[in-house]
């Protein structure tokens, strides 16, 4: 297994996770360790579309009337 090491952590940083390994009956390390787990666990990134649709959504949202679809055109014959 790897190691690493985390330099220039702020003491309140420390102190919080301290406070929060032993709420969850954890060592410090293995607080860290739980937290990165997670942290990369997620998948790639947010969905847009979810996004979208939380910030829209307490103003109302809005409803799109779709029209019906149409026959697609022939394609032109061109002649040489």
Same mark, same amino acid.
């Given at each position: 297994m790897?190691s690493?090491?985390?330099?220039?952590?702020?003491?309140?940083i420390?102190?919080?996770? %301290?406070?929060? !390994?032993?709420?969850? +009956?954890?060592?410090?390390?293995?607080?860290? &360790? /739980?937290?990165?787990?997670?942290?990369?666990?997620?998948?790639?990134?947010?969905?847009?579309?979810?996004?979208?649709? %939380?910030?829209? !959504?307490?103003?109302? +949202?809005?409803?799109?009337?779709?029209?019906? &679809? /149409?026959a697609?055109?022939?394609?032109p014959?061109?002649?040489?």
């Open positions: 790897a690493l090491t985390i330099r220039s952590l702020d003491d309140t420390k102190l919080r996770l %301290r406070i929060r !390994a032993a709420s969850h +009956g954890r060592s410090m390390e293995e607080e860290a &360790r /739980e937290i990165l787990k997670a942290g990369v666990a997620t998948n790639d990134g947010p969905n847009l579309a979810e996004s979208i649709r %939380r910030h829209i !959504a307490p103003l109302g +949202g809005v409803e799109l009337t779709i029209p019906p &679809r /149409e697609v055109r022939r394609p014959k061109l002649v040489k």
